[in-house]
């Protein structure tokens, strides 16, 4: 990437780093498209690698595995606490759209056995989710509501159904309200009030939305990140009045990664449900860009087509 807008397929110098990886399958998310827009945290100085959910095999012992976007550093205050997806000195690890990437050790996840690398790109947002839903501590049998019908809002309406949760999922888009009532959840066009509300759409009005459909004393978790410098206005009276519990979800732990790992290798998470297109690395600048029609679905870039 080149800067924002401008994606370019180029013969580049060898990645370097210590384990190299074959790439078999790197998946798309929203988070690539903002960046792609306007740049994002996660990229370095232009002209900069691109792709963030990545799997491949390892060069060194054939070992199939997912390639972990971040390794925090393990020693400022956020990772001392416990708290890794905050750290302060993270080390992305970024590249996917390639036909190789390097990682450190440490950014490598071993892929379990019958899990496709298709499949196995996908635990990184799912890792996401995963998090998101241990920000929500959702109770058994709690109405929970997401809101937005992306791959994300999908992925956190099937792990709160998997908590036990009774799931409405809202979006205007009936082919992705289709998809949630697959993954087990219900669907509607707009939220009602909820006692746990979710946001995945990343927009001012959606978390204006996410606050709305806040029945009193609810807890809200904003998943969707805004694009950077945009402020957001709230209204003041159920924050304080309602005492609604706002928390933000960014980011994942390792271990949650493992966590996504399992869940899409014995089926809890139906990975082919958001699966979409396959295509190759000339494809994909056009790809990202392209109005996503009716149902939510991650494109795979497999580099060796
Ligand atoms: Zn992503
Ligand atoms: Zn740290």
């Not at 370019?8 to 903002?34: F, M, N, Q, S």
């Not at 060194?60 to 971040?70: F, H, K, M, P, Q």
């Not at 997401?146 to 709160?160: N, Y």
């Amino acid at each position: 990437m080149h800067g924002p807008g401008d994606l370019r397929v180029e013969e580049v110098d060898e990645p370097a780093g210590e384990v190299l990886v074959t790439i078999h399958a790197a998946t798309t998310c929203a988070t690539d498209l903002k960046a792609l827009r306007h740049g994002h945290v996660m990229l370095g100085p232009y002209p900069s690698r691109f792709g963030h959910e990545t799997a491949g095999v390892r060069e060194d012992t054939g070992e199939r595995v997912l390639v972990g976007d971040s390794v925090a550093c393990g020693a400022c205050v956020q990772c001392a606490d416990g708290r890794r997806q905050l750290c302060e000195a993270m080390t992305w690890v970024v590249g996917g759209f390639a036909e190789r990437i390097a990682a450190p050790p440490a950014a490598l996840h071993v892929v379990p056995a019958g899990l496709d690398c298709d499949g196995a790109a996908m635990a990184e947002p799912l890792a996401a989710a995963v998090h998101a839903v241990a920000r929500a501590q959702p109770r058994a049998g709690v109405d929970a509501a997401v809101l937005g019908g992306g791959t994300m809002g999908l992925m956190l309406a099937r792990l709160l159904v998997l908590e036990g949760c009774e799931v409405t999922l809202a979006d205007r888009h009936p082919e992705r309200r289709a998809q949630a009532i697959a993954f087990g959840a219900r669907a509607a066009e707009q939220l009602g009030r909820h006692e746990l509300v979710l946001e995945a759409v990343g927009r001012p009005a959606a978390w204006r939305a996410a606050i709305a459909a806040a029945a009193p004393g609810a807890t809200v978790v904003l998943v969707g990140g805004c694009p950077a410098g945009c402020a957001v206005s709230l209204p003041a009276a159920p924050l304080h009045y309602a005492e609604l519990d706002v928390r933000g979800a960014f980011h994942h732990q390792p271990a949650e990664v493992d966590r996504a790992l399992e869940l899409l290798a014995i089926g809890a998470v139906d990975w082919r449900a958001l699966a979409g297109d396959r295509i190759g690395l000339d494809e994909l600048a056009e790809a990202l860009v392209r109005p996503s029609a009716g149902e939510a679905r991650k494109l795979i870039v497999d580099p060796r087509m």
